[in-house]
């Protein structure tokens, strides 16, 4: 089964805007990734919030982590054209062993 | 560095045929893993190796084999391919410990009729 659900399943913007993507998970977690899937090509690693962190930075990327609710969220600010793509969370399940268990995707269409 | 390799990049299979999916990584990871994508949904974990030697069950084993020939090379095997392991397939590495990032393969098509 999904660990992780996104929320929208797709997002359309302008360029410039922030676009804003939320996971939820069911399972307590040692970490949570968010992963990045141009069309047609193997996902790539963005960020990685540990559960003991709240909040992360990494470049245009802002990841929030609310463990008492089970979710995360991942903001990309001042959007482009090249953001357009698939965004996974991906979740590192306590007792999991090392593996993670992905979400359902948020397909990203910025538009010029 | 290649990173992660799979081959083939496409295949067509009949049901009942077999092939096996090669995945090798050049970055000394010790954890190895399957993965297929379906359309609308996440990756959903076939099988994984911890560690070379080692392998184990994910999410939906069933219908595939794998084998961990050595610490670079992962392969995937399908003994008689049905209609329902039409997917893209791909592979991963990641190093020893907890929480690291997963490196991804390019993927491979396959469709089976």
């Known amino acids: 089964s999904q660990q992780g659900e996104e929320d929208p399943q797709a997002l359309s913007i302008q360029e410039g805007e922030n676009a804003t993507m939320n996971c939820s998970y069911k399972?307590?977690?040692?970490?949570l990734q968010w992963y990045r899937q141009n069309s047609g090509r193997g996902l790539v690693h963005l960020i990685l919030?540990?559960?003991?962190?709240r909040e992360k930075h990494s470049g245009r990327l802002r990841v929030t982590l609310d463990t008492s609710k089970k979710s995360s969220s991942l903001l990309i600010t001042a959007s482009r054209a090249a953001d357009t793509a698939s965004y996974f969370c991906?979740?590192?399940?306590?007792?999991?062993?090392?593996?993670?268990?992905f979400g359902t995707g948020t397909q990203l269409k910025v538009e010029l | 560095n290649a990173g992660v390799t799979q081959t083939p990049k496409f295949q067509v299979l009949k049901t009942g045929q077999s092939m096996t999916l090669q995945c090798a990584q050049d970055?000394?990871?010790?954890?190895m893993y399957w993965y297929r994508q379906d359309p609308g949904m996440g990756l959903r974990l076939i099988y994984y190796s911890a560690s070379e030697g080692t392998t184990d069950k994910g999410e939906v084993p069933n219908g595939y084999n794998v084998s961990r020939l050595n610490k670079r090379e992962f392969s995937l095997r399908l003994e008689s391919a049905a209609p329902s392991q039409t997917s893209v397939y791909f592979c991963?590495?990641?190093?020893?410990?907890?929480?690291?990032?997963?490196?991804f393969g390019p993927g491979t098509r396959l469709t089976v009729l």
């Open positions: 919030i540990r559960s003991n962190e």
């Open positions: 991906a979740t590192d399940a306590m007792g999991g062993g090392n593996k993670l268990t």
């Open positions: 970055m000394n990871h010790n954890s």
């Open positions: 991963a590495s990641t190093s020893s410990g907890r929480g690291n990032e997963q490196f």
């Open positions: 399972t307590s977690i040692n970490n």
